[in-house]
């Protein structure tokens, strides 16, 4: 599947004339120009005064002549509107309008993301183009209409581009147009001269480039299912709702969770005696039942189905009088749950220094189990090396790895051999996402975690015409709408999809929560 991301703002990218790289810089005034080229550091960045207003600004877009370029910043000081603005915070414009014509030039989370990891107080938010100095009353006006800042140029300017990607930078020089401008202009000129690097580092990453998504991709069905036994039980029962430990690990989700009345804890001593509390898809071990139990809590298991077979099958070899070596990470939920389920008779091995070091009372009697979300190659060192030193060893009646790991792994991998560098989207505390990341590192090709396109670092993409691109089991398959639509504020994207495999599998919900 391929598809091309528009720019609505500018004409096509591929199509315009004598594209180099560099950066133009769009300055009204003398001393905001100054100021901006004080701050540049690459001799191929370009400063242009335009003057005051809209009709000299775009005038003078149009007469200038300047050298071939990249892409485009306006860069200037304006009026804070809201009143968490200071003279001298930034801000990126998401929108720029004059009230008659509105532009979304898109990605300026990322740009500002990026004025902040530069030490700036920057913001991403509306810009409105007035004609004139504005007084408070109209301030105010603006301001309850959802503008953050206000210039008399930038939708202008904005609208003279053609065939570049384009950027908006605001400096705060005071919370309104007069002579408070006098005292918090220089505190703005300063904060322009700081974001000129940045601004160039946005340049350098700007380019035509392919996104190759990677399918299957991001929530796998024991996700959906955990999610909307949450989402349910709110529903059914009314706030709160407590959660034992994240629901799944994504910053994303719980923080929409406990938007709508969810309340994550890390034990059940944090909850009310009475009260509905909501196991996780990691699963918990039988003392955390019991404890349950005890205290009278209102018990909702969204425990995946995967795990639940893994505890299923660790008692069944405890019973049988087996060792059961346990490969998967130290601390995490699942592993701690499983460990739960035969502590006597289970024991953790991370490695094969591990498998070398463990000692048993019976070898003949040795059977072993995989947390789900490990990675294919890892989980099979580890594993090989059991069945060297236990030759009659036990495996689970089937793959304890879950498909949805597996099935991403293989998807990344297809990407990964032909990308410049791969984004993941996923938490860091996600086991599955984390796996993803190494599997693209194990092809040679970089690859990061990212929570969304805030955390894209630009230098990442900086002479990268192919963008691979998938997602946790964990991770909501917006954010990676929203990745691509911050990558096209970069250049005109096209996505192309890698299938490896199609999905199907279904979990249904407790009774709980079964309408």
């Not at 954010?479 to 639509?485: D, H, L, N, P, Q």
Request: charged share 20%; proline share 5%; aromatic share 4%.
């Amino acid at each position: 599947m391929t598809e091309t991301i528009p720019q609505p703002w500018v004409t096509d990218f591929r199509a315009s004339p004598a594209v180099a790289s560099g950066l133009l810089v769009y300055a009204p005034l003398r001393f905001e120009a100054n100021a901006v080229r004080r701050g540049l550091t690459q001799p191929t960045s370009q400063v242009q005064r335009t003057g005051l207003g809209a009709t000299r600004s775009r005038k003078s877009a149009a007469q200038s002549k300047p050298r071939s370029f990249s892409a485009m910043v306006v860069m200037g000081t304006a009026a804070g509107l809201t009143a968490d603005l200071s003279p001298g915070d930034l801000v990126v414009a998401t929108e720029v309008s004059d009230g008659e014509t509105t532009v979304e030039p898109p990605g300026a989370d990322l740009l500002a993301a990026e004025l902040r990891r530069a030490g700036l107080n920057a913001r991403a938010g509306r810009i409105s183009q007035v004609k004139k100095i504005i007084n408070s009353a109209e301030r105010t006006r603006l301001a309850a209409d959802g503008f953050m800042a206000a210039d008399m140029e930038s939708a202008a300017l904005v609208g003279a581009v053609e065939g570049r990607p384009v950027a908006v930078i605001r400096a705060v020089s005071d919370g309104g147009f007069g002579p408070g401008m006098v005292t918090g202009g220089m505190t703005a000129l300063r904060s322009l001269r700081a974001a000129a690097p940045v601004a160039e580092r946005w340049a350098a990453a700007c380019r035509e480039r392919t996104v190759l998504l990677a399918g299957p991709r991001s929530f796998c069905a024991g996700v959906e299912r955990a999610i909307e036994i949450v989402e349910r039980a709110l529903e059914l029962r009314g706030a709160p709702v407590y959660v034992r430990k994240q629901i799944v690990h994504n910053t994303r989700v719980v923080a929409d969770l406990e938007q709508r009345g969810a309340i994550f804890v890390d034990e059940l001593d944090e909850v009310p005696n009475g009260a509905t509390v909501v196991f996780s898809a990691h699963g918990v071990a039988p003392a955390v039942r019991t404890d349950a139990s005890q205290r009278s809590l209102s018990v909702i298991d969204a425990t995946c189905p995967l795990v639940s077979k893994v505890h299923a099958e660790a008692r069944r070899f405890a019973e049988k009088g087996y060792t059961v070596a346990l490969i998967g990470h130290a601390g995490h939920e699942e592993v701690e749950g499983t460990l739960g389920e035969a502590p006597d008779s289970t024991v953790l091995v991370q490695t094969a220094a591990d498998v070398e070091a463990l000692s048993v009372a019976d070898p003949s009697k040795v059977a072993f189990l995989m947390q789900t979300t490990l990675a294919i190659d890892e989980a099979t060192d580890v594993s090989g090396a059991l069945r060297e030193k236990f030759p009659q060893m036990r495996a689970p009646g089937s793959d304890d790895i879950c498909y949805a790991t597996t099935n991403r792994q293989a998807a990344v991998r297809a990407v990964a051999v032909e990308a410049d560098v791969v984004l993941v989207a996923g938490s860091k505390n996600s086991s599955n996402s984390v796996r993803l990341v190494e599997r693209s590192e194990r092809e040679g090709t970089p690859a990061h975690l990212i929570d969304g396109a805030t955390d894209i670092d630009l230098s990442w993409l900086t002479g990268a015409s192919v963008v691979g691109l998938t997602a946790g089991a964990s991770a909501p398959p917006a954010v990676v709408s929203e990745i691509i639509t911050a990558l096209s504020g970069l250049g005109t994207v096209t996505v192309t999809e890698r299938v490896t495999t199609t999905e199907s599998v279904q979990f249904g919900l407790p009774r709980e929560v079964r309408r």
